[in-house]
């Protein structure tokens, strides 16, 4: 069915008038005669009667009419439901925990007036995240692709860099330092359970080990944060490296250490990912907000003392 020929006789039911009908429209008579005639030929019945005075609807008409009128409804609030700006901004940040999902908790404090709709994707590797994006099953994702896993359409920007830090308990023996190097970190132990074969952060760590010679390890279950801040504070043996933007809180008796990696700083690149046709004027905004808060984490960097993967996507130039 002819969803304008719907619109189109309800115009004329509307005004009574086939001319009336036309000018709402803002097309000619002969066009609304078409449409409606189209209408009636595809119901197989009479819909308006003419008369001197104008038109009415006929029997089959008054019946269709209320119909057609539901019908008009629910496709223009189907339109507009999905018209940027219309729904909520739909952003997969992949864990809650970490510098992205805490960025975007920023973002939606300072911008109360937009509405967001924050999922995790955390079972999802980056090509997976970005078939998602491109499917529409959410409107962006952070992750750490590598530039030959970007599939057409996909609009992907590295937005956010984060510095890694080490994070021991108080007997390790790196707990009093201000700062190390990754070379510093050759011989101990960094723990980081769960790492999936294939996870995007599986390859950022494969990588990280080959630059610097390092032992990084996801040997035994991920039992939770929780459970591994207190190995942490148990043991001397144990490090793990986390973001500096990363939130993760434990009890005071743990005295567990955050130590700055640098020369060069290690950084975990993610990138943004979106459609390269989404106009969403929330995914601007956010877009903004990360090249602004993005500033704060490369306070501390050096221009060309920073490691990334040499396989992800380019940084993205800034403004």
């Not at 001319?19 to 009479?46: C, N, P």
């Not at 992949?94 to 975007?104: C, D, F, M, S």
């Not at 250490?257 to 975990?268: A, E, F, H, L, N």
Request: some cysteine; hydrophobic content about 45%.
């Amino acid at each position: 069915m002819d969803i304008e020929a719907v619109r189109t006789f309800a115009a004329v039911a509307d005004t009574g008038h086939f001319q009336a009908a036309a000018d709402e429209l803002r097309i000619s008579q002969q066009a609304v005669s078409k449409r409606v005639a189209a209408l009636e030929r595809h119901l197989g019945v009479t819909l308006l009667v003419r008369t001197p005075r104008g038109s009415r609807l006929s029997p089959d008409g008054q019946v269709f009419l209320p119909h057609a009128r539901k019908a008009l409804t629910a496709l223009d609030r189907a339109e507009h439901a999905v018209r940027p700006g219309s729904r909520p901004l739909r952003v997969d940040v992949l864990n809650r925990r970490i510098a992205p999902a805490q960025l975007v908790y920023r973002f939606y404090r300072a911008h109360a007036d937009l509405d967001l709709d924050v999922v995790t994707l955390s079972h999802d590797n980056a090509a997976q995240a970005a078939n998602a994006v491109l499917d529409g099953a959410v409107d962006a994702s952070f992750r750490a692709i590598a530039a030959d896993r970007v599939p057409a359409g996909i609009r992907a920007e590295r937005l956010l860099d984060v510095p890694l830090e080490l994070l021991v308990g108080p007997g390790h023996p790196l707990a009093d330092a201000d700062r190390v190097r990754p070379g510093d970190l050759v011989g101990h132990r960094i723990w980081i359970p769960g790492i999936e074969p294939g996870a995007e952060w599986a390859a950022f760590y494969a990588a990280l080990s080959v630059a610097f010679g390092l032992s990084i390890d996801a040997l035994g279950p991920h039992f939770g944060d929780d459970a591994l801040m207190d190995t942490l504070a148990d043991t001397a043996s144990l490090a793990t490296l986390i973001g500096s933007g990363d939130r993760y809180l434990w009890p005071e008796r743990h005295d567990l250490r955050r130590i700055p990696v640098c020369d060069p700083t290690p950084i975990y690149p993610h990138v943004l990912l979106s459609r390269a046709d989404d106009r969403h004027p929330t995914l601007a905004a956010l877009r903004d907000h990360l090249r602004s808060a993005a500033a704060g984490f490369a306070a501390r960097r050096v221009a060309d003392d920073v490691w990334a993967p040499p396989w992800t996507v380019a940084e993205s130039p800034k403004r």
